[in-house]
């Protein structure tokens, strides 16, 4: 059962205009989202979170937008560059007693995203 | 240089053949993981530690081992490798465990014959 899911295997946009990766969940015991980029014969690294209190953070050209209602989170990357091709994952982390995750996050299957010069 | 290593990066091995994938990490973290990646499923949570001789099951447990007897270091086993293993793993760490950030090592893929 896939509790985090980004139901598109693959993005494809041209430089300078708006990459949108889209990123839906079930466990509503989720409340820390998190996107990591990966590039290939590499460890993802991280790129942008946000708590379930906001709707929006933003961190120069990425922005993620939080929809608790829905479920669903997206990450825009504007403008988009070629350097920003690689796989994107979205990940979520619920909260435990004392305010802790205990690192435990459930990631989801990945975004490849091309962007062509 | 603040990182997390794995050893070895690729391992070709046979059924049944126990291993041992180590993972080291300098920043004094507390929190450290184990996850394995495959086509169409992203990364999937093996095993956490929240500190040293503290262990808990991922999402997917079965068939590995692994042990946190130093706060740096924490190998992943596999005491009788299938094919259905074949993967590519990740270590990762992370300074606590309130939704910190993970720092994710290189990688190992790992192909059981």
């Known amino acids: 059962d896939q509790q985090v899911k980004q139901n598109s295997p693959s993005l494809s946009v041209q430089e300078g205009r708006i990459s949108i990766l889209n990123c839906d969940y079930t466990?509503?015991?989720?409340?820390?989202f998190l996107w990591y980029k990966k590039y290939p014969a590499e460890g993802p690294t991280f790129l942008i979170s946000i708590s379930s209190i906001k709707d929006k953070n933003e961190d120069g050209r990425f922005t993620v937008f939080l929809n608790k209602s829905a479920k669903h989170l997206s990450l825009h990357i504007v403008p988009s560059q070629p350097g920003d091709s690689a796989v994107y994952f979205c990940a979520a982390s619920p909260t435990f007693a004392g305010g802790t995750s205990y690192g435990k996050l459930t990631f989801g299957q990945g975004t490849i995203l091309t962007v062509h010069p | 240089e603040a990182q997390v290593t794995q050893n070895p990066r690729y391992l070709i091995t046979v059924t049944g053949k126990k291993l041992t994938v180590t993972c080291s990490q300098n920043?004094?973290?507390?929190?450290m993981s184990w996850y394995r990646q495959d086509p169409g499923l992203g990364l999937r949570q093996i095993y956490y530690?929240?500190?040293?001789?503290?262990?808990d099951k991922g999402d997917v447990p079965e068939g590995y081992k692994v042990s946190r007897k130093e706060k740096r270091n924490f190998p992943l086993i596999l005491e009788s490798p299938s094919p259905n293993q074949t993967s590519l793993y990740f270590c990762?760490?992370?300074?606590?465990?309130?939704?910190?950030?993970?720092?994710f090592g290189p990688g190992t893929r790992l192909l059981v014959l």
């Open positions: 990762a760490s992370s300074r606590d465990g309130q939704q910190e950030t993970q720092y």
């Open positions: 920043m004094n973290h507390e929190y």
């Open positions: 530690s929240m500190n040293v001789e503290v262990t």
């Open positions: 466990n509503s015991m989720f409340d820390y």
